[in-house]
């Protein structure tokens, strides 16, 4: 299957073959926006008040959320470590003109990551969907570009962690997306062919680390930030959300 020329919803949909099945977190399993786009808005207002100048129409920008305070797929937001988005604030703050001190010090009195347990919104029933991969005899991984604390947090207060078999998280140590690293890690620690492995995620970044692991099925979501016309020549399917898995 080559990408542009996602399969037929009967066939596409189905993860027969399928032993091991990746998931992204923030769009994917979880409201992407409710978690993530009133902390662009937070700390703008918070930069604000340690700097005596607004910037929340630059940070913004440079975080790559429209003013209605959604999340553009290919923004840096979309798919980037906490610890590169906390530099490219300082970055931003530098070149407006405050001194790397000033600026560090800003950047460490606003910065406070979102809530993973009162803003995780989960976008299907979980532990149903996962429940019933494992009952089908396949595994259930997690990859995702947030740090590993909060990734954990929110798995444990979801109450899926027991169902999930692997986790890659952006601050563990290798190439995040879209590289292909992570899906690559996962396969080798839980045993599996990437022949036998299925990607699922919101952000051309997340089908594209697929695609250069060489995983057997892409699935696209439109939960998140991506749209149809981003996905779609990535995607060997493109689904409303995960729950449609359910719906099979």
């Given at each position: 299957?080559?990408?542009?020329?996602?399969?037929?919803?009967?066939?596409?949909?189905?993860?027969?073959?399928?032993?091991?099945?990746?998931?992204?977190?923030?769009?994917?399993?979880?409201?992407?926006?409710?978690?993530?786009?009133?902390?662009?808005?937070?700390?703008?207002?918070?930069?604000?008040?340690?700097?005596?100048?607004?910037?929340?129409?630059?940070?913004?920008?440079?975080?790559?959320?429209?003013?209605?305070?959604?999340?553009?797929?290919?923004?840096?937001?979309?798919?980037?470590?906490?610890?590169?988005?906390?530099?490219?604030?300082?970055?931003?703050?530098?070149?407006?003109?405050?001194?790397?001190?000033?600026?560090?010090?800003?950047?460490?009195?606003?910065?406070?990551?979102?809530?993973?347990?009162?803003?995780?919104?989960?976008?299907?029933?979980?532990?149903?969907?996962?429940?019933?991969?494992?009952?089908?005899?396949?595994?259930?991984?997690?990859?995702?570009?947030?740090?590993?604390?909060?990734?954990?947090?929110?798995?444990?207060?979801?109450?899926?962690?027991?169902?999930?078999?692997?986790?890659?998280?952006?601050?563990?140590?290798?190439?995040?997306?879209?590289?292909?690293?992570?899906?690559?890690?996962?396969?080798?620690?839980?045993?599996?062919?990437?022949?036998?492995?299925a990607m699922i995620g919101d952000t051309p970044a997340d089908l594209l680390m697929g695609l250069a692991a060489g995983v057997s099925r892409r699935i696209g979501v439109l939960s998140g930030v991506g749209t149809r016309g981003n996905l779609a020549p990535l995607a060997d399917a493109i689904l409303p959300s995960i729950a449609s898995l359910l719906d099979r």
């Open positions: 299957m080559t990408p542009g020329s996602p399969k037929p919803a009967s066939e596409s949909e189905s993860l027969a073959g399928i032993e091991l099945v990746i998931f992204d977190k923030d769009g994917t399993l979880i409201d992407f926006h409710a978690m993530w786009g009133g902390w662009v808005t937070d700390l703008g207002r918070d930069l604000a008040l340690a700097t005596g100048s607004p910037i929340g129409e630059a940070l913004r920008r440079t975080m790559g959320v429209d003013a209605s305070g959604r999340v553009l797929a290919h923004g840096a937001l979309a798919a980037t470590p906490m610890a590169r988005l906390r530099e490219l604030v300082v970055e931003l703050l530098r070149e407006r003109g405050s001194s790397a001190t000033d600026a560090e010090r800003a950047v460490a009195s606003a910065w406070r990551p979102p809530d993973p347990l009162s803003l995780a919104h989960p976008l299907a029933d979980l532990d149903a969907l996962f429940s019933m991969l494992r009952g089908a005899g396949r595994r259930i991984a997690v990859a995702t570009s947030d740090d590993r604390q909060p990734t954990a947090a929110t798995l444990d207060g979801l109450g899926i962690s027991g169902l999930v078999d692997g986790i890659v998280c952006a601050d563990d140590g290798m190439p995040v997306k879209p590289a292909p690293d992570m899906v690559l890690h996962l396969c080798r620690t839980l045993g599996v062919d990437p022949s036998r492995t």
